[in-house]
């Protein structure tokens, strides 16, 4: 499992269900950029938005989060249209009253 440690528990476990002996390696590792300035020229720029694409959980938590550190909420999205990638960012979105108009969901077979 290449996960970030701190996200791969529930999918290992799901695994060792099936009779999977998982080895947990983390690949990545979630946290804050150095510098916000990218995001914040972003956020600074949302009118002129024709779509908003949140491509993890993680983007869209981190995204979020910096919403409301610069004192917005989603209404600062309003008019631009939001898509998220995956289940997971879409529940999150959905949790931060935003609800996105279009996600792509890959589903995997079961093991």
Known sequence: MTRAAEQSSNF????????????EMPALEIRPPSSWEGLD????????FDWLILTSANGVEYFFSRLVEKGLDSRALAGVKIAVVGKKPLLFSNN???????????LLPIL
């Open 12 to 23: 290992t476990h799901l695994l060792q269900q099936q009779g999977a002996a998982v080895i």
């Open 41 to 48: 020229n972003a956020i600074a720029s949302l009118p002129s």
């Open 96 to 106: 931060m009253d935003c609800n996105p108009i279009l996600f792509h969901l890959i």
